[in-house]
């Protein structure tokens, strides 16, 4: 069965923090991906990364990386110095058999000024 | 400007009524989906489409109904039958294959009257 798991339901830190989003996913499948989106209170579902089940490499994009790791089955989000703009809900997908997305519970980020 | 058109974005729906939820891409992608959002419960799958006049049952298909007689649109409709319809409506579109992300509309948030 594919799940993905987003145990962190609402997080709230101040602006310049750092602030990390846990995501654990179970899949038996070799070949999949995991994605992270992110949704502003607009509603509209943002397209943040892509990762593949046989790279490991974290990366980093500006302010925010990624680190996957398939020894926890984890696929974490870190923000670096968080902004008020980053508030939003961030949902964390895997993609695997049948062309399916299956997507976890989402985190509510709030960054305060 | 590519994307995904989702209309209308506010809807309301009496009791005992069929309403459509309009979904529109111009990114040329097969694949096209329609997602329930609800507090708390993340993205749930209502109905997919990988080419054009065919369609599977996602997790939640009861009292729904789609149809995708061209690529470019995949109407959502919500039957009578379904009894809880308030949420929020995303619809989403891709390419075929695990390694391709979903993009997103703005949604339609459904509330009965």
């Known amino acids: 069965a594919q799940k993905v798991t987003q145990a962190q339901t609402e997080i709230s830190v101040v602006e310049k923090e750092d602030v990390t989003l846990d995501c654990v996913y179970e899949t038996r499948d070799t070949t999949y991906y995991l994605f992270w989106y992110k949704q502003p209170p607009s509603g509209e579902l943002v397209f943040l990364i892509r990762?593949?089940?046989?790279?490991?490499q974290n990366e980093i994009s500006g302010r925010y990386s990624w680190n996957f790791q398939k020894s926890t089955s984890s696929f974490n989000f870190t923000i670096t110095a968080s902004q008020v703009v980053d508030s939003a809900v961030y949902f964390c997908?895997?993609?695997?058999?049948?062309?399916?997305?299956?997507f976890g519970t989402g985190t509510s980020l709030t960054v305060i000024p | 400007d590519g994307g995904i058109t989702q209309s209308p974005k506010y809807l309301f729906r009496k009791e005992g009524q069929n309403v459509t939820l309009s979904c529109e891409q111009n990114l040329n992608h097969d694949a096209m989906y329609w997602y329930r959002q609800d507090p708390g419960q993340g993205l749930r799958l209502i109905y997919y489409?990988?080419?054009?006049?065919?369609?599977q049952k996602g997790d939640i298909a009861e009292g729904y109904s789609v149809s995708r007689e061209k690529k470019e649109s995949f109407p959502l409709t919500v039957t009578s039958a379904q009894k809880n319809p308030t949420a929020f409506y995303l619809c989403?579109?891709?390419?075929?294959?695990?390694?391709?992300?979903?993009?997103f509309g703005d949604g339609t948030r459904l509330s009965i009257l």
């Open positions: 489409s990988q080419i054009v006049n065919d369609f």
């Open positions: 990762r593949n089940s046989f790279d490991e």
């Open positions: 989403a579109s891709s390419w075929t294959g695990l390694n391709q992300p979903q993009h």
């Open positions: 997908a895997l993609s695997s058999t049948g062309n399916q997305f299956y």
